[in-house]
């Protein structure tokens, strides 16, 4: 192999099973020795590049199924039995450990769910988008979002139940972002006014994400529809 290396026009790469090694596993076996390749499911414009029909039939089947190559070709009743996982929000450890104590009667500690959160990021299942204040600039800490990989890998965990396509858009709005090399976080921006009493009240606006790529930054807003001028203003209410 060593040979190959002095031909000008040859890249050699030699690959392996991981299928025991979760990514940050990989890097620290192999420290020196290899490098990390983060391939990313089919976004929505590489998807249409090979689908065999128009955008908004294309759209409607990549919002259930996703973006994981094979799916472009399979049928839809083969789809369901090959994907898994789960859609995230805002939400913090805390929350969640209160949920399985409240819904489920679980004792599973904090300390259990923060490690498999971990494992779902490091084996490339979910992402996470820090909060950013966009006035103060410094990040708040929790609740985080979490976006999945693959929507389709979402909805089949789901049983295809809940195809929320407002929540499922803005996860492929982050995913293509991420494809195209930016950092993500959800943007934060304080305002203080008055209350109906007259009274001081301080609120938190929401930008649906903040993309960095070098010196490029984008303010960037996620809706589906602005069927209503109330959806409308809504929308548009925060200027920076």
């Known amino acids: 192999m060593n040979s190959l290396l002095h031909i000008k026009n040859v890249d050699v790469y030699v690959t392996g099973s991981n299928s025991e090694f979760l990514s940050k596993d990989v890097i620290t076996e192999f420290r020196g020795r290899g490098d990390e390749i983060h391939i990313y499911p089919l976004t929505f414009k590489e998807f249409m590049q090979v689908y065999a029909g128009d955008m908004y039939h294309g759209w409607a089947e990549y919002v259930i199924y996703g973006g994981l190559p094979l799916t472009v070709t399979m049928k839809t009743e083969d789809q369901v039995n090959v994907l898994a996982s789960a859609i995230g929000s805002f939400t913090n450890v805390p929350k969640i450990e209160a949920t399985f104590k409240s819904e489920i009667q679980s004792n599973i500690s904090a300390n259990t769910i923060r490690q ?50 407002t929540h499922i858009m803005e996860n492929i709005v982050y995913n293509e972002l991420r494809s195209r090399g930016y950092s993500v976080d959800v943007g934060v921006v304080e305002k203080r006014g008055l209350n109906q009493e007259g009274k001081s009240e301080r609120t938190y606006l929401e930008i649906d994400f903040i993309a960095n790529l070098g010196s490029k930054r984008y303010y960037i807003q996620s809706a589906f529809s602005m069927p209503t001028e109330e959806k409308r203003m809504q929308e548009k209410r925060l200027r920076l």
């Open 116 to 165: 498999y959160i971990e494992y779902l990021e490091n084996a490339f299942v979910i992402n996470k988008a820090n909060r950013y204040d966009v006035k103060g600039r410094k990040y708040i800490g929790t609740p985080l979002k979490y976006y999945f990989e693959d929507v389709g890998i979402r909805n089949a965990r789901l049983g295809f139940r809940q195809i929320e396509e």
